[in-house]
């Protein structure tokens, strides 16, 4: 005889029984239970259920005979035992106080039948399909498998004092470990650690650029500060270079070599202490780097829970870049909407980490149309929901990209004058950037969205050949605010 699945019979009665007496514990249960979660088996416990919820819904008071009167509209009164069956659960129903604990004993018998129920069907779908790619089918088994599990506590409102006695936990941890206004992970720059106060657990942070403006660069230097001055591990998802190569320009990052000379081998004795010191340096650090080529979205998520159990305190997750993540349905409509459940699934994997995830993203097309060729929110490609789901959105503009692609900047006509103090200000501009560097760029990081702080404008100091950024000196970004208005140019927000 086959053994049945896991249920708890007097449990599902107690609480029924509860129901039927007493309002309190009426609307207890049903905002904690399902239909679904009394055992099939027990069929006429689901049916008594349902019928409960029936009256309920109707706002007619609940008890034995309104209960009665709906089984009968529902033809099921014979079949769970008659109305003798309902003076039973009176008989047999709990105290309010202990409602809780027989909830959650049917929640959690429910949650493993389901898992049991689950398992089955991967197994009989191994033996019964041909399976293409072992990987993906474990990745969707493991998915599966997680979203039974999510299912096991039960979920209650929380109250005001219980959530402010939580804030001022938080607020005292903050006050003790923070560092220029930072409360989060800290992106390792002053100015945007004053607009976003760090990355901050849950957040899912997109930085987003034009091909070739340094969005990698940026988002590896992030990566790298988070890990060695908070002293956290950071996970790195590198979908579009292999881990060697950046590990390299990290190396180039750090040692301030040319990256050309690294690749090439042309190193100095100089260049070489430096590359010592820079490799030793990146090697202590506490960073994961997976490049595993298009992965699918379910292994992201599968192997970011496997690093945070393995690492409790991992600090950050960075995804470059999500134009490459697909999810492996290939059923999808369209991959505007593939993006937008790649998008929320990054989001809630932030929140269920307790963990930043900062997101490359490409921009449009629509950029460079545009005058000025400043990027907006709406450029984020091929979705608007990535823009609805994040918490911050950062874009990233340098002007001498567009210069030396020879891009007109603008489409408004200028007198002579006015032509001749533009050209003169760009010129003192690209003089001031190499006292810095000869390679020097200046980037403007464009905070657009920030759903927990300030929006804004945060100069760095771009340094190309070894892929680092560095915050300016205020005395650059006093003369570059001279030379701007000098020109008629539109400075740098604050």
């Known amino acids: 005889m086959a053994r049945s699945l896991p249920n708890n019979v ?28 009394f055992y099939f088996g027990n069929r006429a416990n689901q049916i008594v259920f349902r019928a409960i919820k029936n009256v309920q819904d109707r706002r007619i008071p609940v008890d034995v005979q309104t209960v009665t009167e709906e089984l009968l509209n529902l033809k099921e009164l014979d079949s769970i035992g008659g109305v003798n069956y309902l003076l039973e659960l009176t008989q047999t129903a709990i105290s309010f106080s202990n409602l809780e604990y027989y909830i959650k004993i049917i929640k959690d018998q429910a949650v493993l039948r389901n898992l049991l129920l689950t398992m089955t069907d991967i197994a009989s779908k191994y033996n019964d399909e041909e399976v293409d790619d072992p990987s993906d089918f474990v990745a969707i088994a493991e998915a599966r498998i ?9 979920s209650t409102f929380l109250s005001s ?19 220029d206004g930072v409360t989060g992970i800290t992106t390792g720059y002053k100015k945007l650690n004053l607009l976003t106060h760090g990355f901050q657990r849950g957040e899912m942070i997109i ?62 004795g100089k260049d070489r202490l430096a590359l010592g010191e820079a490799l030793k340096t990146v090697g202590d650090t506490k960073m994961y780097i997976d490049d595993t080529p298009g992965i699918k979205l379910l292994d992201i998520i599968a192997k970011a829970r496997k690093l945070k159990t393995a690492n409790p305190d991992l600090g950050l997750i960075v995804v470059d870049y999500i134009g490459l993540i697909t999810t492996g349905n290939k059923k999808v409509e369209s991959r505007q909407v593939e993006v937008s459940e790649i998008s ?19 921009l449009s097309r629509e950029v460079d149309k545009r005058e000025g060729k400043r990027p907006m929110l709406s450029d984020l490609r091929e979705s608007g929901s990535i823009e609805q789901d994040a918490d911050q959105v950062m874009l990233m503009f340098r002007k001498d990209y567009y210069e030396s692609t020879g ?9 002579p004058e006015e032509e001749k ?3 003169a200000a760009a010129f003192e501009e690209r003089e001031l950037n190499k006292k810095a560097d000869a390679d020097a760029s200046l980037v403007e990081v464009i905070i657009a969205k920030n759903r927990n702080g300030k929006t804004g404008t945060v100069p760095l100091l771009f340094f190309k050949g070894y892929g680092r950024f560095d915050t300016p000196s205020e005395e650059y970004e006093v003369q570059l605010a001279k030379i701007r208005q000098s020109g008629g140019v539109q400075d740098i927000e604050d």
Do not use: H, W
Not at 230 to 249: C, Y
Not at 348 to 354: N, V
């Open 407 to 415: 891009a007109q900047m603008g489409t408004k006509r200028k007198s």
């Open 344 to 362: 929320r699934e990054l989001k809630e994997l932030a929140r269920e980490l307790k963990v930043p995830i900062l997101v490359v993203s490409q």
């Open 146 to 154: 997680a979203k039974v599990a999510e299912n096991r506590r039960i």
């Open 421 to 423: 103090k533009a050209a």
């Open 161 to 179: 004092k219980e959530i402010a006695l939580r804030v001022e936990e938080d607020m005292r941890t903050q006050a003790k470990s923070a560092e």
């Open 10 to 37: 007097n449990a599902e009665k107690a609480v029924l029984g509860a129901m039927l007496i007493s309002p309190e514990a009426l609307s207890d249960s049903l905002g904690s239970l399902t239909e679904e979660e």
């Open 207 to 268: 930085l987003a650029a034009r091909p070739s403006v340094g969005k990698t660069a940026l988002a590896i230097n992030i990566a790298f500060n988070a890990s060695r001055k908070a002293d956290r591990p950071v996970a790195i998802f590198s979908l579009e270079m292999p881990a060697e190569a950046l590990i390299k320009r990290l190396i180039a990052t750090v040692s301030c070599v040319n990256l050309d000379l690294i690749q090439t081998g042309y190193l100095t």
